[in-house]
């Protein structure tokens, strides 16, 4: 079952590379987030590819490859919306605490409770 291996590939992928991922700063997570909505890209084009191989290529028919090419569109397109909004609550949520990293005060540290334990 060559097939399910590939599948099989991805699905550990995910686990070890998004299940769990540690971010270490702010940059990490906007740039995690934001990779999120490549990544719903990169699956409709992935999975656009794969169709139209399946029509060319393999002996499918069209009504098959068009249904894998559907799942591809619908499930990046769902990603990247989600991905987004993500985004855009994250920013509100996390308003405050964006404003003490980006534009620390002066001598911020002093009150830090990393730095006073």
């Known amino acids: 079952m060559a097939g399910a291996q590939g599948i099989d590939q991805v ?19 906007r740039a995690f987030m934001t990779g999120l909505a490549e990544l719903g890209s990169e699956w409709q084009h992935a999975f656009g ?4 191989r399946m029509q060319s290529d393999m002996p499918l028919n ?3 490859a068009e249904h894998i090419n559907e799942i591809g569109s619908v499930a ?9 909004e993500l ?3 994250f920013s509100l949520v996390h308003a405050d605490d964006i404003e003490r990293i980006e534009s620390p005060k002066p001598n911020a540290q002093i009150l830090d409770v990393q730095s006073n334990n």
């Open 11 to 29: 699905i550990e992928s995910i686990h070890t590379h998004i299940g769990q991922w540690q971010p270490e700063n702010l940059d990490d997570i």
């Open 49 to 52: 590819r794969l169709a139209d």
């Open 62 to 64: 069209t009504e098959v």
């Open 76 to 84: 990046g397109a769902a990603l990247q919306h989600h991905a987004q």
């Open 87 to 89: 985004q855009q609550r």
